[in-house]
């Protein structure tokens, strides 16, 4: 009987907005997003892919797929983590994103590591 492995990690994003790349006039809003992607699986795993959902206020989607992150298709042993940095233009003040990376365990096995729905939001500060 093959032995049962655990396959999952766990990810955490951090969104911020970047004013000096973001262009209010022109409905051009820059966020930044670090991600921290930790194996808490039992058996090593490497991130192949990516799909990301990115929504806007008014309801308008966009999808981006790829592979990899950031250039890099990390491969994290049990426990271990990776950080990066990404960023994203939207065209309203507020949105939401939410995903998945799709991992291949070192057995083979394939998994979608859950990205959870964060916010972007302007922060409302006056001038």
């Avoid at 009987?1 to 820059?30: G, W």
């Avoid at 921290?36 to 309801?59: C, F, P, Y």
């Avoid at 959870?116 to 001038?127: A, D, E, G, I, K």
């Amino acid at each position: 009987m093959a032995n049962m492995h655990h396959y999952e990690c766990l990810v955490k994003v951090e969104a911020t907005f970047i004013p000096e790349q973001s262009d209010v006039e022109r409905n051009r809003y820059a966020f930044s997003y670090h991600v921290t992607i930790t194996n808490t699986g039992d058996i090593a795993a490497q991130l192949i892919s990516r799909h990301w959902i990115i929504v806007e206020a008014d309801g308008q989607q966009q999808e981006v797929k790829g592979l990899g992150v950031v250039g890099d298709q990390p491969l994290l042993a049990p426990k271990q983590s990776y950080e990066y940095t990404s960023g994203t233009v939207i065209q309203t003040p507020m949105g939401k994103m939410y995903g998945s990376y799709q991992m291949v365990a070192e057995d083979g096995t394939r998994f979608d590591a859950t990205i959870p729905t964060f916010l972007l939001n302007m922060p409302r500060v006056l001038h």
